[in-house]
């Protein structure tokens, strides 16, 4: 799968079988995407390849070990690595084809915006469940 940033700028690459999605209701990607919630997934960093753009990312990163990587130019939310971790986060937005991509998995449901209405559907976390776990329902 092809990845990129709203200007083009950064592109990546994913390699292997299409992962599944997660929707996050905290209030920091609610802050990070301007939404109710952050989509996005998780593989496996040998999974991974930067195309271009690399050298054009900022990051923002909180003492929480948060961070929000994003292009200099456009502001779009780019992948990550997922804090000291084998795995990289990546924004489901910025796939240039989503074809057959499920959201199974809803995180941080407690912190939900009230305003915010959840899907019955996929897997609830009223916080966020043990990363092997949870990389593992989404593969």
């Known amino acids: 799968?092809?990845?990129?940033?709203?200007?083009?700028?950064?592109?990546?690459?994913?390699?292997?079988k299409r992962p599944n999605l997660y929707q996050c209701h905290c209030t920091l990607c609610r802050k990070q995407g301007g939404s109710a919630s952050n989509s996005g997934t998780i593989i496996h960093q040998s999974s991974f390849c930067w195309k271009s753009g690399e050298n054009k990312i900022t990051r923002y990163r909180k003492d929480t070990g948060?961070?929000?990587?994003?292009?200099?130019?456009?502001?779009?939310?780019?992948?990550n690595q997922l804090r000291?971790?084998?795995?990289v986060?990546?924004?489901?937005?910025?796939?240039?084809?989503?074809e057959g991509l499920q959201i199974v998995a809803h995180i941080y449901t407690r912190s939900r915006a009230d305003w915010d209405q959840i899907p019955a559907s996929g897997q609830h976390f009223d916080e966020m469940p043990d990363i092997e776990t949870f990389y593992n329902l989404l593969q």
Do not use: Q, R, Y
């Not at 799968?1 to 292997?16: D, V």
């Not at 000291?84 to 795995?87: A, E, I, L, P, Y």
């Not at 986060?89 to 989503?98: I, K, T, V």
């Open 66 to 79: 948060f961070s929000s990587d994003f292009c200099s130019i456009c502001g779009a939310p780019v992948p």
């Open 84 to 87: 000291n971790t084998d795995k």
């Open 89 to 98: 986060w990546f924004p489901a937005g910025s796939l240039e084809d989503d």
């Open 1 to 16: 799968m092809i990845g990129k940033c709203l200007c083009g700028a950064i592109e990546f690459e994913t390699e292997g």
